[in-house]
C-alpha cells in the first residue's frame, strides 16, 4: 500500500494537474451527499436521531472505563479471546501471534480502517503472509498498492476505465471490457475461491455492545460474513471508542449510519456476532493507539465519537477537490484532520489547515462532532507546539495584527482592491501560491460593509 509522503498542498497540486478527473471526483461525491440528505429529509425524527446518538456516545465516552470492563467480562463469557492493545504494533504482534500459533497461511480481511491505521497488511507482508482484502473497492486499491481514498468508498478515485485496467492486469478479464456487472462478476469468482481456501478471517467492529458482549459489523456486500463464517478463527478488530452501552442503542445508530454514508435506509448487512460457533475460535483485539490522550483533550475528545460515516468526506469542498489520497494518512478528510494530529503531531500538522472552515462538515455529522471547531482549535494548538513553518506563522501574525484593528483592515482592504485593478500582474504570477492552477478573482469595487452602509437605508 502506498500512502503519500507529500504534504496534503502537495498532494493535492498533483491531484488537480487532471481538472476532467478533478470535477468528475468533485461531481460524484457531491451526488453522494444529495442521497444523504433526501435520506435524511425523510425522516422527521431525524434532528432528534443525531441528538440521541450524540448523548448516548457523550455518556459512553464519560463512563468508558466501566463499560469497556463489561463488555470484556460478557465477551469472555460467551467464549471469545478478548485481547488489549496499546498501540498500532502491539495489535499487529497479537495477530501475527495467533496466526504464527495455528501455523495459518490463507487470510481474508473485510474493510477495516483501524487495520489500515495500524498497517497490518504491510507488517503481515513483511512477514511472509498474504492477506486479502475482500472488500471490492478495497481489493481494487490493494491490487494496485494504493491506500483506500475513502473510508467508505476505498475506491471512488478510479473511474470504469482504471478498474477495467486493473482486473486485466490481475484477474486476466479481457482488455478494455467496462461493463461493470462483468467485472463485478470476475472479483465475485476470484474472491469466492479466496474465502473457500482462507484459514482465518480478519474483520473490523462497527459498534460493540457492553450489555452483551457482542459486536455489529455493518457491509454492502456480505464479505465480513462470508470470511468469517467460513474461516475456522475469527479476529474482530476494534478501536474502544466503537463501544455501545445496550442493544436498544443500535437502533440509533444503524439508521444514521447508512444514511449519512451513501443515502441508503440501512447498509444490507448488519452482522451480529456474540460468540464462536461450534469448534470455531473468534478474538476481540480491543486498541488504543492514542485514543486515551484524545480522550484526555478537552477540546478534542467529541471526535472520538465518530461512527466512520464519511458524511463530512463527502461534503467538503476541499476533500471534494483534492482528493483522499492527499491526506497521506488512513482516514482522510473532516474527521481525519482532526483525528491525526492527535496520533502524530508533527507528520500531520498539516491537515487541520486543509479546511474552507465552513462548517459543512459538523452541520451533516450524525453524532453532531464540532469539526470545523476542532480543526480551528487544532490549528492554535499546532503553532502554539512550534509544527508549522516560518512562513505561514508569519503571515498568521501579520492577519492577526491587521483583523484585530477595523481601520488598519479597512485601508488594507481598499489598498488591496486598487492594487489588483491597477497592477494586476502582482498577483497573478507564480509567486504566489493562490495563483497557481486557479484564476483569481476580479477585484469587488467596493467591500461589503461600505456596500451594506450603502444600502441599508433602502
Same mark, same amino acid.
Given at each position: 500500500?502506498?500512502?503519500?509522503?507529500?504534504?496534503?498542498?502537495?498532494?493535492?497540486?498533483?491531484?488537480?494537474?487532471?481538472?476532467?478527473?478533478?470535477?468528475?471526483?468533485?461531481?460524484?461525491?457531491?451526488?453522494?451527499?444529495?442521497?444523504?440528505?433526501?435520506?435524511?429529509? &425523510?425522516?422527521?425524527?431525524?434532528?432528534?436521531?443525531?441528538?440521541?446518538?450524540?448523548?448516548?456516545?457523550?455518556?459512553?465516552?464519560?463512563?468508558?472505563?466501566?463499560?469497556?470492563?463489561?463488555?470484556?467480562?460478557?465477551?469472555?463469557?460467551?467464549?471469545?479471546?478478548?485481547?488489549?492493545?496499546?498501540?498500532?504494533?502491539?495489535?499487529?504482534?497479537?495477530?501475527?501471534?495467533?496466526?504464527?500459533?495455528?501455523?495459518?497461511?490463507?487470510?481474508?480481511?473485510?474493510?477495516?480502517?483501524?487495520?489500515?491505521?495500524?498497517?497490518?497488511?504491510?507488517?503481515?507482508?513483511?512477514?511472509?503472509?498474504?492477506?486479502?482484502?475482500?472488500?471490492?473497492?478495497?481489493?481494487?486499491?490493494?491490487?494496485?498498492?494504493?491506500?483506500?481514498?475513502?473510508?467508505?468508498?476505498?475506491?471512488?478515485?478510479?473511474?470504469?476505465?482504471?478498474?477495467?485496467?486493473?482486473?486485466?492486469?490481475?484477474?486476466?478479464?479481457?482488455?478494455?471490457?467496462?461493463?461493470?456487472?462483468?467485472?463485478?462478476?470476475?472479483?465475485?469468482?476470484?474472491?469466492?475461491?479466496?474465502?473457500?481456501?482462507?484459514?482465518?478471517?480478519?474483520? &473490523?467492529?462497527?459498534?460493540?455492545?457492553?450489555?452483551? &458482549?457482542?459486536?455489529?459489523?455493518?457491509?454492502?456486500?456480505?464479505?465480513?460474513?462470508?470470511?468469517?463464517?467460513?474461516?475456522?478463527?475469527?479476529?474482530?478488530?476494534?478501536?474502544?471508542?466503537?463501544?455501545?452501552?445496550?442493544?436498544?442503542?443500535?437502533?440509533?445508530?444503524?439508521?444514521?449510519?447508512?444514511?449519512?454514508?451513501? &443515502?441508503?435506509?440501512?447498509?444490507?448487512?448488519?452482522?451480529?456476532?456474540?460468540?464462536?460457533?461450534?469448534?470455531?475460535?473468534?478474538?476481540?483485539?480491543?486498541?488504543?493507539?492514542?485514543?486515551?490522550?484524545?480522550?484526555?483533550?478537552?477540546?478534542?475528545?467529541?471526535?472520538?465519537?465518530?461512527?466512520? %460515516?464519511?458524511?463530512?468526506?463527502?461534503? %467538503?469542498?476541499?476533500?471534494?477537490?483534492?482528493?483522499?489520497?492527499?491526506?497521506?494518512?488512513?482516514?482522510?478528510?473532516?474527521?481525519?484532520?482532526?483525528?491525526?494530529?492527535?496520533?502524530?503531531?508533527?507528520?500531520?500538522?498539516?491537515?487541520?489547515?486543509?479546511?474552507?472552515? %465552513?462548517?459543512?462538515?459538523?452541520?451533516?455529522?450524525?453524532?453532531?462532532?464540532?469539526?470545523?471547531? !476542532?480543526?480551528?482549535?487544532?490549528?492554535?494548538?499546532?503553532?502554539?507546539?512550534?509544527?508549522?513553518?516560518?512562513?505561514?506563522?508569519?503571515?498568521?501574525?501579520?492577519?492577526?495584527?491587521?483583523?484585530?484593528?477595523?481601520?488598519?483592515?479597512?485601508?488594507?482592504?481598499?489598498?488591496?482592491?486598487?492594487?489588483?485593478?491597477?497592477?494586476?500582474?502582482?498577483?497573478?504570477?507564480?509567486?504566489?501560491?493562490?495563483?497557481? !492552477?486557479?484564476?483569481?478573482?476580479?477585484?469587488?469595487?467596493?467591500?461589503?460593509?461600505?456596500?451594506?452602509?450603502?444600502?441599508? !437605508? !433602502?
Amino acid at each position: 500500500m502506498s500512502i503519500s509522503k507529500l504534504s496534503h498542498a502537495e498532494a493535492a497540486e498533483q491531484f488537480i494537474k487532471d481538472e476532467p478527473r478533478t470535477d468528475w471526483h468533485d461531481e460524484t461525491l457531491w451526488f453522494v451527499r444529495q442521497k444523504r440528505d433526501k435520506a435524511a429529509h &425523510g425522516l422527521p425524527e431525524w434532528e432528534k436521531l443525531r441528538e440521541w446518538a450524540s448523548q448516548i456516545k457523550d455518556h459512553t465516552l464519560s463512563n468508558l472505563d466501566n463499560y469497556l470492563k463489561e463488555f470484556e467480562s460478557k465477551a469472555q463469557d460467551n467464549g471469545v479471546i478478548v485481547h488489549w492493545a496499546a498501540d498500532g504494533e502491539e495489535h499487529n504482534r497479537i495477530i501475527y501471534d495467533i496466526i504464527t500459533h495455528h501455523k495459518i497461511k490463507k487470510i481474508v480481511k473485510s474493510k477495516s480502517m483501524l487495520t489500515e491505521e495500524c498497517g497490518l497488511n504491510e507488517f503481515l507482508h513483511a512477514k511472509g503472509i498474504e492477506t486479502v482484502d475482500t472488500d471490492l473497492g478495497e481489493r481494487i486499491v490493494q491490487f494496485r498498492q494504493e491506500a483506500p481514498s475513502h473510508i467508505v468508498l476505498p475506491a471512488i478515485h478510479l473511474k470504469k476505465q482504471d478498474v477495467s485496467d486493473t482486473f486485466h492486469e490481475h484477474l486476466h478479464t479481457e482488455k478494455g471490457n467496462n461493463d461493470p456487472q462483468y467485472l463485478t462478476e470476475a472479483a465475485r469468482q476470484h474472491l469466492r475461491e479466496k474465502f473457500i481456501e482462507s484459514e482465518l478471517a480478519i474483520t &473490523g467492529v462497527n459498534f460493540a455492545v457492553a450489555e452483551t &458482549g457482542g459486536f455489529i459489523v455493518c457491509t454492502n456486500e456480505g464479505n465480513a460474513d462470508m470470511g468469517a463464517h467460513a474461516a475456522k478463527i475469527h479476529i474482530a478488530c476494534m478501536g474502544f471508542e466503537k463501544m455501545i452501552p445496550k442493544a436498544e442503542h443500535l437502533s440509533v445508530f444503524l439508521r444514521l449510519l447508512a444514511r449519512s454514508a451513501t &443515502g441508503q435506509p440501512i447498509t444490507t448487512y448488519s452482522s451480529h456476532f456474540h460468540k464462536p460457533r461450534e469448534g470455531q475460535e473468534m478474538h476481540i483485539v480491543i486498541v488504543d493507539n492514542g485514543r486515551s490522550r484524545q480522550l484526555g483533550r478537552a477540546d478534542f475528545r467529541n471526535s472520538l465519537k465518530c461512527i466512520r %460515516c464519511a458524511a463530512c468526506f463527502n461534503t %467538503c469542498p476541499v476533500y471534494r477537490r483534492s482528493g483522499g489520497h492527499s491526506y497521506h494518512t488512513a482516514v482522510a478528510g473532516p474527521i481525519g484532520s482532526i483525528l491525526n494530529p492527535n496520533i502524530d503531531m508533527r507528520a500531520n500538522a498539516d491537515l487541520p489547515f486543509a479546511s474552507t472552515l %465552513c462548517g459543512s462538515c459538523s452541520n451533516v455529522c450524525p453524532v453532531k462532532i464540532d469539526i470545523h471547531d !476542532q480543526l480551528w482549535k487544532w490549528r492554535q494548538v499546532l503553532v502554539a507546539e512550534g509544527y508549522v513553518d516560518t512562513t505561514k506563522k508569519i503571515g498568521l501574525k501579520g492577519m492577526a495584527f491587521v483583523l484585530a484593528r477595523p481601520g488598519l483592515y479597512r485601508f488594507a482592504g481598499k489598498a488591496g482592491r486598487a492594487m489588483m485593478r491597477m497592477f494586476p500582474w502582482l498577483l497573478n504570477n507564480k509567486l504566489n501560491p493562490w495563483y497557481k !492552477q486557479r484564476e483569481m478573482p476580479a477585484p469587488p469595487k467596493e467591500s461589503f460593509r461600505d456596500w451594506y452602509i450603502k444600502n441599508k !437605508q !433602502q
